[in-house]
């Protein structure tokens, strides 16, 4: 048997997207990535901190038959608990309603999650995304 490799942990994450424009405005202006790269006009890679967010054009049904999103959600990591508040308010300030309001955890954590504008017609159907304050991820 050989010895696990060591990770680093989840750097990158990738999302379709109906509309790309849409997608790259609200995280770039609103969740304050920076674009890093775009290979093509269906493709943009943001960066903050140690992330790596991939976004892609939304193929057609004939690429893959189903609309929905597969992934249940993805977390951002803040440093302190009562970021969670302050980063409720920055959404509230930018229209973004709150899927579910700050909270603490039985684990001493505390998150909110809300949707991420995808351009689609369904405000339901952008990514969920948490913003999370854990004590491993985050000191």
Same mark, same amino acid.
């Given at each position: ?10 750097? !990158?994450?990738? =999302?379709? #997207?109906? $509309? *790309? #424009? ?5 995280? %770039? $202006?609103?969740?304050g990535y920076a674009v890093e790269w775009r290979p093509d006009d269906d493709n943009v890679y943001l960066c903050a901190g140690t992330d790596n967010l991939a976004l892609h054009r939304k193929p057609g049904? $004939? ?7 597969? =992934? /249940? !959600?993805? &977390?951002?990591? %803040? #440093?302190?608990? @009562? *970021? %969670? $508040?302050?980063? #409720?308010? +920055?959404?509230?300030? !930018? &229209? ?8 603490? !955890?039985? /684990? &001493?954590?505390?998150? =909110?999650?809300?949707?991420?504008? /995808? &351009?689609?017609?369904?405000?339901? @159907?952008?990514?969920? %995304?948490?913003?999370?304050? +854990?004590?491993?991820?985050? @000191?």
């Amino acid at each position: 048997m050989t010895a696990r490799p060591p990770l680093l942990g989840i750097r !990158h994450v990738a =999302l379709f #997207a109906a $509309d *790309l #424009a849409a997608a790259e405005r609200f995280w %770039v $202006d609103v969740m304050g990535y920076a674009v890093e790269w775009r290979p093509d006009d269906d493709n943009v890679y943001l960066c903050a901190g140690t992330d790596n967010l991939a976004l892609h054009r939304k193929p057609g049904l $004939d690429v893959f038959p189903t609309q929905a999103q597969r =992934l /249940d !959600h993805i &977390g951002l990591a %803040v #440093a302190k608990p @009562e *970021l %969670v $508040d302050a980063w #409720a308010a +920055h959404l509230a300030a !930018h &229209g973004v309603a709150v899927a579910a309001a700050p909270r603490t !955890h039985r /684990d &001493g954590s505390r998150s =909110l999650y809300f949707r991420a504008p /995808d &351009g689609s017609q369904s405000p339901d @159907e952008g990514p969920l %995304v948490q913003i999370i304050y +854990h004590r491993p991820l985050s @000191e």
